[in-house]
């Protein structure tokens, strides 16, 4: 009797959690933000450039076009986008394949990438937008 009032108290709390985060979708951003870093392209660079985050866990980075004129990014990464390191990608900007590895994602204005992945301590994985000719670059590190 004991473990089923235990395991349905973690169901509870793990139900509220999840509705709390279902219902409140004008907050997702805000929600991502506090659980993942960050970064927004305006001007034709990123802001910040360098994000520092600890190694050895699982890690949340979002990248939002925030410019004010019709320009175009993409998001690349060898690094970020290797098998065993990515986990997941997803928001409202275009991603796109090479086979089966995600090559690249491409943000219109207001749109945003979501990139989970695992971050080994002592590694920096860059990410870059080269998309006319932009030379943007920005990285994570993992200490």
Same mark, same amino acid.
């Given at each position: 009797? +004991?473990?089923?009032?235990?395991?349905?108290?973690?169901?509870? @709390?793990?139900?509220?959690?999840?509705?709390?985060?279902?219902?409140?979708?004008? @907050?997702?951003?805000?929600? &991502?933000?506090?659980?993942?870093?960050?970064?927004?392209?305006?001007?034709?660079?990123?802001?910040?450039?360098?994000?520092?985050?600890?190694?050895?866990?699982?890690?949340?980075?979002?990248?939002?076009?925030?410019?004010?004129?019709?320009?175009?990014?993409?998001?690349?990464?060898?690094?970020?986008?290797?098998?065993?390191?990515?986990?997941?990608?997803?928001?409202?900007?275009?991603?796109?394949?090479?086979?089966?590895?995600?090559?690249?994602?491409?943000?219109?204005?207001?749109?945003? &990438?979501?990139?989970?992945? @695992?971050?080994? +301590?002592?590694?920096? @994985?860059?990410?870059?937008?080269?998309?006319?000719?932009?030379?943007?670059?920005?990285?994570?590190?993992?200490?």
């Amino acid at each position: 009797m +004991k473990t089923d009032r235990a395991c349905g108290g973690k169901l509870t @709390y793990a139900g509220v959690v999840l509705s709390l985060a279902l219902c409140l979708p004008s @907050y997702a951003g805000a929600t &991502v933000s506090l659980f993942g870093n960050v970064v927004q392209v305006e001007q034709l660079s990123f802001h910040p450039d360098a994000v520092h985050l600890p190694g050895d866990n699982f890690a949340v980075l979002v990248i939002q076009n925030r410019e004010d004129a019709p320009i175009q990014h993409e998001v690349t990464s060898p690094q970020l986008f290797e098998s065993g390191t990515l986990i997941q990608v997803q928001g409202t900007g275009r991603i796109e394949y090479n086979g089966k590895r995600v090559s690249r994602v491409v943000l219109n204005p207001g749109e945003e &990438v979501v990139i989970w992945f @695992y971050a080994v +301590k002592g590694i920096t @994985y860059q990410f870059q937008c080269n998309l006319n000719g932009h030379a943007m670059v920005g990285m994570v590190r993992a200490s």
